[in-house]
C-alpha cells in the first residue's frame, strides 16, 4: 500500500492511503508538490515508506537530501 500527500488549506500536508487499484485505473501524470508546501517553515521532514523512515533536508544552497 502507498501513502498520497494531500496539501490543506493550512499549507500542512495530510497523508492517506491510497490501493494500487485506484492508482492504476486513474492512470495519471505523477502528482508534483512544491517543495515549499512540504516544507513550510522547516528545514527537515520525516518520510515514511514500507515502515522505514527517511530524513528529507533542505540545505542552505537549496539542494534536497534523502538520507535513511
Do not use: C
Amino acid at each position: 500500500m502507498h501513502t498520497a500527500i494531500l496539501p490543506l488549506p493550512s499549507g500542512d500536508v495530510a497523508l492517506r492511503p491510497v490501493n494500487a487499484a485506484s492508482r492504476a485505473q486513474t492512470n495519471q501524470a505523477p502528482r508534483r508538490f512544491d517543495s515549499r508546501t512540504l516544507f513550510g517553515a522547516a528545514q527537515e521532514l520525516r518520510i515514511e515508506h514500507y515502515g522505514q523512515e527517511y530524513r528529507l533536508r533542505q540545505t542552505r544552497n537549496g539542494k534536497l537530501i534523502l538520507t535513511k
